[in-house]
């Protein structure tokens, strides 16, 4: 069940003459021992951000799975990251090619991602 979202802004740097774009993907983290899994606490997802000349700012919402039945004593917080790669313009660098999401279960929140 999903109903709720993590929503990332991507930010261009540098002036925001022309169009680019590059290509982002949902990655788990399999070395992690809180690692989220895809499926289960996160839609795996991935495409192509387009900055049109001008754009400074682009999203990408990522689905978050809830699981109201669970228990939250005790549970740990999952992470996962969306990578980011291949720029259309060589030229441009990837400041933060990898963004790790946390996501924060606790008794004040309700749903899981009141807390993202």
Do not use: Y
Request: hydrophobic letters at 40%; aromatic letters at 4%; glycine letters at 6%.
């Amino acid at each position: 069940m999903t109903d709720e979202k993590c929503v990332i802004n991507v930010l261009r740097e540098g002036g925001t003459d022309g169009k680019i774009s590059c290509r982002w993907k949902t990655v788990e983290l399999q070395s992690n021992h809180s690692a989220a899994q895809a499926g289960i606490d996160f839609i795996p997802k991935e495409g192509v951000i387009e900055f049109v000349n001008e754009q400074a700012v682009a999203i990408i919402d990522i689905e978050i799975c809830q699981h109201p039945e669970e228990n939250l004593v005790g549970e740990v917080n999952k992470c996962f990251a969306v990578q980011l790669s291949k720029p259309s313009v060589k030229e441009v660098k990837i400041k933060t090619p990898l963004l790790v999401i946390e996501l924060v279960k606790d008794q004040r929140s309700k749903k899981q991602a009141d807390a993202v």
